[in-house]
């Protein structure tokens, strides 16, 4: 099945290279999760969303624990700059 050019490569991988993971990472709100679905339908990979990885095994969502560290950073005077 060929998608686009940008992903012949993926599909052109012999079998001397065998992709068993991939990756993708950078900002917030990139498309890293809808290109990552696509990108593993396409592979027959399963599809790990690290947000949701992380918000099962802490019981709480990323926002949630973003506003607890914060809070806790803030209570404890750490502003995260270093000063000498």
Request: net charge neutral.
């Amino acid at each position: 099945m060929r998608i686009q050019a940008g992903f012949q490569y993926l599909l052109g991988v012999d079998s001397t290279r065998q992709i068993r993971n991939l990756t993708l990472i950078g900002f917030m709100g990139t498309g890293k999760s809808t290109v990552g679905r696509l990108v593993a339908d396409i592979l027959h990979f399963t599809f790990l969303d690290t947000d949701d990885v992380i918000e099962a095994r802490a019981g709480a969502t990323i926002q949630e624990i973003s506003n607890t560290t914060a809070s806790q950073l803030s209570a404890n005077g750490s502003t995260g700059s270093s000063r000498n």
